[in-house]
């Protein structure tokens, strides 16, 4: 994602010609004869964007022209010597929900066994990872460290836990950071009298959990007649990795594991995981896998 502001209040946001007035800790972006309101904070080479029509904060960085004003930035730049961590009162080992963090002085954040460069920036953690930038809204009252995860509250107490586990994972596996994200499978059949639609969604989270959702639609139209049918379904639990399979602890179909395989699209070349063989294409841009 790219965003460009322009000295004369002229713009580009994620391909899209805009206009903005700054307002101190927000930027308004016009588009189209609507207008959106964002929040932002500004620390170095770097730009975080949050609120408005996002799903979750996004890190631009400075990337071409300097100065004041002018920001062309891309999160996939952002690169390990610009991070510092200013508040020190995140720093230490937390645990909860059957998982242990740990942030460390150095700006190392480590993670059930994973080791990401962190910063915090006014309220927001931020992670860096190969596949992006993740940004949680944080506040510590006491001993409890309470981040913000897709729009869920999750606490953690300071200090080490006597089951670093994550939840419903007894054997050892890890929550692996190149799996996070949205990965969505479509199926659409067409014919001359209607058609069928298909679609299924995983959301994949960094702590552990996951959201499903699936749609489906039927329609038949001809000269006489028409009709249509359409469903809907949704789970959510816990994930991780093992070996070569991905397990789930579902809260309807209780544990089980998939087949795990990554490929990368043979047409578009965006990075895919397939579930026992099923292909579930990236939603949202990722590097392809290597």
Known sequence: MTLILNEDGSGEFD???ITFTDQGTKLSFRQGGETTLYAYSFQGNSLTLSGGDLDQAILFTRNGIQGPVNVSATASN???ENISTSDTSVLGVWSGNGETIEFKQDGKCLYNSNTFTYQTSK????LLTAQGNVAFAYNIKGNQLNLTVNGRPITYTRGASNNPTVAGNANGGNVAQELVGKWCWTNVNTT????????ECIVLNANGTYEY?????????????YAGTSSRGSDQGTWWVQGEKIYYNSQTRGQGSYQLQKQNHPKTGDPMILLNGEPYVTFYQKQPWR
Do not use: C, P, W
Request: charged content about 15%; aromatic content about 4%; cysteine-free.
């Open 213 to 225: 959702a699936s749609e489906r639609s039927m329609d038949t139209n001809t000269n006489s007649f």
């Open 78 to 80: 952002l690169e390990a």
């Open 15 to 17: 391909g899209e010609v």
């Open 192 to 199: 001359n009298t209607g058609g069928s639609t298909s679609s």
């Open 123 to 126: 309220g927001q953690i931020i």
